[in-house]
């Protein structure tokens, strides 16, 4: 259970779960946490670290980072017993639980928090037992204990968890964390994983030192840090071909920063100018020289008694003018610098609204308000299906000009070649660059790369797509597939239909669901399953005819009760007559195809109380 492929198959597994994580030794962590504890590494991160550092385990990091809040007791600090009454007379729902390799009864209790949560670093409210949040972190399965070489295990589990494994954490635990206090956010790390020097492990330069340069590309110091990175990775021995490499990532990220965009020459002049100096002993003498955003009142010189900023920070206007406002080419469904994903079922319509997307960003559509898209121009339009002549005849119908949408070819003679969004990114890019074209449509995801949909990889396809979205400044919008219903679910779209990995969704600024409610009229109704730069927009309605698409009034979405509301509906029924046991009321909810997660889920929204070991209802039926 311990060897590398299988910590790195569990490491993976957890990032697919949104959790972030770090690579340890026994419980020491062995590259520097920090920015973990705030974003999620990449899967190619991931990678380098369990091949290229002395790594034998892995980390989650707990808090909002993970949306995870952690219960740890450890038996050996609860000599009295009062850590092992507090677990026992806690409602605590059962969830993902852990037993550490030490064997003596040590657990690790997961739990979800609601996005947003904000609360301590660490309570303990009893012995024996710290429930762990902002700025900490647990080892989990498969790695093994340092003292007993014994490995963490999941309990009750022969397999990898999943999200439906992990329960919400109860009201009361919430407020037992409540807001965070002045100590509880230690600037060391965790009690369970120590810190290493901000220095990259080997094998893992290029990925390090590019997180740090895009942090610190604020303001109109974009060449200053594109030296300072080659510099870097001169230092750590990166050779020059490599160097230029991810120089050139750096310089498609932080293209758009500034007044005028930041080119590749420039990049590739400061890898230049950077190798013609020798290397040095370290890396880091480095960081001194490049510009630290002092805090309000504070003066520059005065940081730290004078001594520089091993890191630096950026204030709000730092944020404002790196990101800007947001920018639109149909507000608010379709927001320029980002990815727009449509999702709906085989057949409802998808390509026709990608096709009537495209026909409006050319200029030969309006929109269905009247109005036009804020910058018409060419497309880019990635077809994976083998569909194009289909998209042809449509495109024509709708009104587009020949020479207003372009197909990479990829060297092939015959317009016939599909993409692949991971091996082509840096041709499409280019294509996209040289054409000046002000939008980029994918149809369809799946079509576009050979990796298992439901995998963590598929990160890196969403990572590019939104790269490239960025870098080009224009709407990428990509048609993507639901998968099929389990017998419980509703026949509304949701994100939780979206086919394959949730980097998918994770990715997306704006989601828009395609769903025929009424099938017998056949009205398409598009709905924003997700909009990140506003509140979410009204629904629209469109049908199809041999004319193209026809904008009419929005169909009623088709509503039925979901498994939530028939769990709620089951357990008011259940103890209608009285308290019971929670264990007979699961064993009746799975014979109603209830699973225990959504069973225990529904018990606040139902009003159950805990009572002498019993389930009852806080207020009887009626009352």
């Known amino acids: 259970m311990g060897n590398a492929s299988t910590i790195l198959q569990a490491a993976l597994a957890y990032g697919e779960l949104g959790w972030s994580l770090v690579p340890v030794r026994g419980k020491r962590c062995v590259v520097d946490w920090k920015a973990w504890q705030a974003q999620q590494p990449s899967d190619a991160l991931i990678r380098s670290w369990f091949s290229g550092t002395d790594a034998t385990g892995v980390a989650v990091v707990c808090g909002a980072v993970s949306g995870l809040v952690v219960i740890d007791f450890d038996p050996r600090n609860d000599v009295t017993g009062e850590g092992s009454a507090w677990l026992s007379n806690a409602d605590l729902p059962d969830t993902l639980t852990c037993a550490t390799g030490r064997g003596d009864g040590g657990l690790h209790c997961y739990l979800r928090t609601p996005d947003g949560f904000v609360g301590k670093g660490k309570v303990e409210p009893a012995a024996g037992v710290e429930v762990r949040y902002e700025g900490h972190s647990v ?195 379709v927001p320029i610098g980002h990815v727009t994903l449509v999702c709906g079922e085989t057949g409802i319509g998808k390509s ?84 000046g074209v002000k939008a980029i449509v994918v149809d369809s995801l799946s079509g576009g790369h050979a990796l298992d949909e439901n995998s963590a990889e598929m990160r890196a396809v969403l990572r590019e797509l939104s790269a490239l979205a960025a870098s080009v400044g224009v709407p990428v919008v990509v048609v993507h597939h639901l998968r099929k219903r389990s017998l419980y679910e509703t026949a509304e779209v949701s994100l939780d239909r979206i086919r394959g990995s949730s980097a998918i969704a994770q990715f997306a600024r704006s989601i828009l669901g395609l769903s025929v409610p009424d099938r017998d009229a056949g009205t398409v109704l598009v709905e924003a399953l997700k909009s990140s730069f506003c509140a979410r927009p009204p629904s629209l309605g469109f049908r199809i005819s041999e004319s193209g698409i026809e904008f009419v009034v929005p169909p009623e979405p088709y509503r039925v009760e979901g498994v939530g509301e028939r769990a709620v509906a089951f357990l008011r029924m259940a103890l209608a007559d009285g308290a019971r046991s929670r264990v007979d009321l699961l064993a009746l909810a799975t014979e109603e195809g209830i699973s225990r997660a959504t069973f225990d889920r529904a018990k606040e929204a139902a009003g159950v109380v805990s009572v002498d070991g019993k389930w009852t209802l806080s207020q009887p039926c009626g009352a």
């Open 139 to 333: 080892v989990a399965p498969p790695s093994r204990h340092p003292d007993t070489g014994k490995p963490y295990v999941w309990q009750g589990l022969d397999r990898l968890p999943t999200l439906d494994d992990v329960t919400d954490a109860p009201r009361w635990l919430l407020d037992l964390l409540g807001p965070p206090g002045s100590d509880s956010r230690p600037e060391a790390a965790p009690q369970s994983v120590e810190p290493t020097p901000t220095r990259p492990p080997d094998g893992d330069s290029g990925d390090f030192w590019l997180a740090k340069a895009v942090a610190r590309a604020v303001g109109g110091n974009r060449n200053e840090t594109g030296v300072w990175l080659a510099c870097q990775l001169r230092d750590a021995g990166v050779s020059e071909t490599e160097t230029r490499a991810t120089v050139l990532g750096y310089a498609r990220r932080v293209r758009h920063l500034g007044e005028h965009p930041y080119t590749e020459a420039e990049a590739l002049a400061s890898v230049e100018q950077a190798y013609k100096r020798p290397r040095r002993e370290t890396a880091e003498s480095q960081t001194s020289k490049l510009p630290v955003v002092p805090t309000r009142g504070v003066a520059p010189g005065d940081r730290t008694n004078g001594a520089p900023s091993s890191s630096g920070v950026v204030n709000l206007a730092d944020l404002r003018s790196f990101f800007g406002s947001v920018k639109w080419a149909w507000e608010p469904y």
């Open 352 to 435: 026709w609204f990608a096709a009537y997307l495209i026909a409006a960003f050319t200029g030969a559509q309006d929109l269905p308000t009247g109005a036009r898209v804020s910058e018409t121009g060419g497309v880019l339009l990635l077809e994976t299906e083998s569909f194009r002549g289909s998209y042809a005849e449509r495109l024509g119908t709708l009104g587009v000009g020949n020479d207003d949408v372009v197909l990479p070819t990829l060297g092939e003679a015959e317009p016939t070649a599909i993409p692949d969004l991971l091996k082509h990114a840096r041709v499409i890019e280019a294509l996209a660059l040289e054409h």
